[in-house]
């Protein structure tokens, strides 16, 4: 068993970026290197515990979806095999199988969620509103029932150790503008819905979800960063789902119940995670890429 990988430190390449998750290496004018650590974040806060083959768990999923649904819109895989952009078995050996060479892309400032599913704050709104980030919803729904559609609720872009916000359709218009705002709500839906709908049949309900859009140079609207993984998703068990109950999950919610449950205030620096909480994570994450995809894990 390896340690998990909290920070790399490529000699080859130039850092360019430090996220929460993933850190991004310079490559050329036009791709970079994204690699997945084992960092985990929640509310919006990086955990001093890294979670075991959580890195590479994230980056063949998110592979797995991209290819899946690239005939809803292209992505940001170039097919450059990781290896081949280091020089030395240092470098490599950090890679493993949690890189990635991608396109550059000029983000969207924007986070496009996809909600199919009245849970979390969506359920706070509507319990004390009727609504979902202001969106009129009938009366008389219940926790974790399917919405009559899944919405497009976006947020902002928060700096790593901020919060993102809601925003509204307006605000979306007003940073993209509106023939792009349009696009992007709706292939954020159609991703959402062909991805819930293979899913189901393989006995996982996908209740929410977020994704990163970014334009190339001719404009060409790309989804990137990361699709459908239980870091972006909330993933529940299909067998022991029902309405009217929160149900258990696959993915960084059983950890957010966890530090619920410690008193912490949700700023930094948050708690270290209990070997068993973590290692419960790692397996949830496992469960779920194998039902996913299909395929062992290549670690």
């Not at 310079?26 to 929640?42: E, F, K, P």
């Not at 969506?122 to 609504?131: I, R």
């Amino acid at each position: 068993m390896t340690p998990p990988l909290l920070k790399t430190s490529l000699k080859s390449l130039t850092l360019i970026h430090q996220g929460k998750v993933r850190d991004i290496y310079d490559i050329d004018d036009t791709t970079m290197l994204l690699v997945s650590t084992d960092r985990l974040s929640a509310f919006d806060v990086i955990l001093p515990t890294g979670i075991e083959n959580k890195g590479a768990m994230l980056t063949q999923m998110a592979n797995f979806w991209f290819h899946k649904l690239a005939d809803v819109v292209p992505n940001h895989l170039t097919g450059i095999d990781p290896d081949t952009v280091v020089k030395n078995s240092d470098d490599k050996a950090q890679l493993g199988s949690r890189a990635v060479v991608v396109k550059k892309l000029k983000p969207l400032p924007i986070e496009a969620i996809v909600r199919g599913y009245l849970v979390g704050s969506g359920w706070k709104e509507y319990k004390a509103k009727g609504t979902v980030c202001d969106i009129p919803l009938p009366t008389g729904l219940q926790l974790a029932q399917k919405l009559p559609q899944p919405l497009f609720t976006p947020s902002s872009k928060a700096a790593v150790g901020e919060h993102d916000e809601n925003i509204s359709i307006a605000q979306v218009e007003d940073l993209i503008g509106k023939e792009m705002a349009a696009q992007v709500a709706k292939v954020a839906i159609q991703l959402y819905s062909e991805a819930a709908a293979y899913a189901l049949t393989k006995g996982i309900i996908i209740a929410d979800t977020k994704f990163e859009f970014g334009l190339d140079a001719q404009g060409i609207l790309h989804v990137m960063d990361e699709v459908l993984t239980p870091d972006s998703s909330r993933f529940w068990p299909l067998e022991s789902y029902q309405v009217g109950q929160n149900p258990p999950s696959y993915d960084k919610q059983y950890v957010r119940d966890w530090l619920e449950t410690t008193g912490w205030n949700k700023s930094p620096p948050a708690p270290a995670l209990p070997a068993d909480v973590a290692k419960r994570t790692s397996d949830k994450y496992l469960e779920a890429f194998e039902k996913l995809t299909g395929q062992p894990l290549v670690t």
